[in-house]
């Protein structure tokens, strides 16, 4: 770049001061760029997803202008939440990462993470003496946190005592969470150790600020074997098997 700046300098005729500005401003372009890249990588997504991938002629049942705000990335500025439910195959997971891919871009620190594989990241922690550790940087330390596939796998009592004690803890530093689930809040308590009480309790935290983003419509994984008729058989075959 500096060659090609040189070069670009004698042509123009710039002036040492032109030269420099020129220099400095590379510098912060190229300082910004790996900075993205560095919160990109820092934040665990699984994949890099983006909005412009997501298909919404197939996927009807999104709310697009609801999206759309939320790419603004005003939510994490506010310290609000988002919440996706619907059911699974309805690009939830697409669209938290999408989110999450975006702030890392606009120099938001960001951590993703699957339900189950934080609670197994800090019973590691708790067992290596780390919890306090990976709690201050991992889950409390990124201005957004994305907790994916809540209900898939129901927790423990412990499990669910350390999931409201991250809602809440990011709730009174007024920090943004994106969430993912395929239940509606009525069955939270289900996988939350069947605890009602704890459930509401988090729920009220979650929701105060929150933007709901309920999707429906069929799954964009199987659209192809729906069309070709594979589902649809499968589904009957396994209806006469269990009627026999």
Do not use: C
């Amino acid at each position: 770049m500096e060659t090609s700046q040189g070069h670009q300098a004698a042509e123009q005729d710039w002036s040492f001061l032109q030269f420099l500005e020129q220099a400095l401003d590379h510098e912060r372009d190229t300082r910004q760029v790996r900075s993205r890249q560095t919160l990109a990588r820092m934040a665990s997504f699984p994949v890099i997803k983006t909005l412009e991938q997501y298909d919404f002629e197939f996927a009807t049942g999104t709310p697009k202008g609801l999206v759309e705000e939320l790419a603004t990335l005003r939510f994490v500025e506010r310290g609000e939440n988002a919440v996706f439910l619907g059911p699974s195959g309805v690009g939830k997971s697409h669209l938290a990462i999408a989110l999450g891919y975006l702030a890392t871009q606009a120099g938001i620190k960001t951590h993703f993470a699957t339900a189950a594989d934080l609670m197994l990241q800090l019973a590691a922690a708790q067992r290596q003496g780390r919890y306090d550790a990976v709690m201050r940087h991992r889950v409390l330390g990124p201005r957004l946190l994305i907790i994916d596939e809540i209900g898939y796998l129901p927790f423990s009592g412990e499990q669910a005592s350390n999931f409201f004690h991250i809602v809440s803890k990011r709730y009174e530093r007024g920090g943004s969470m994106i969430l993912t689930s395929n239940l509606p809040f009525a069955q939270w308590d289900d996988t939350f150790g069947a605890n009602p009480t704890l459930t509401a309790a988090m729920l009220d935290r979650i929701l105060h600020h929150a933007h709901i983003v309920q999707i429906k419509g069929d799954s964009y994984r199987l659209r192809k074997q729906k069309k070709a008729g594979f589902v649809g058989n499968a589904v009957k075959s396994v209806a006469q098997n269990s009627a026999a």
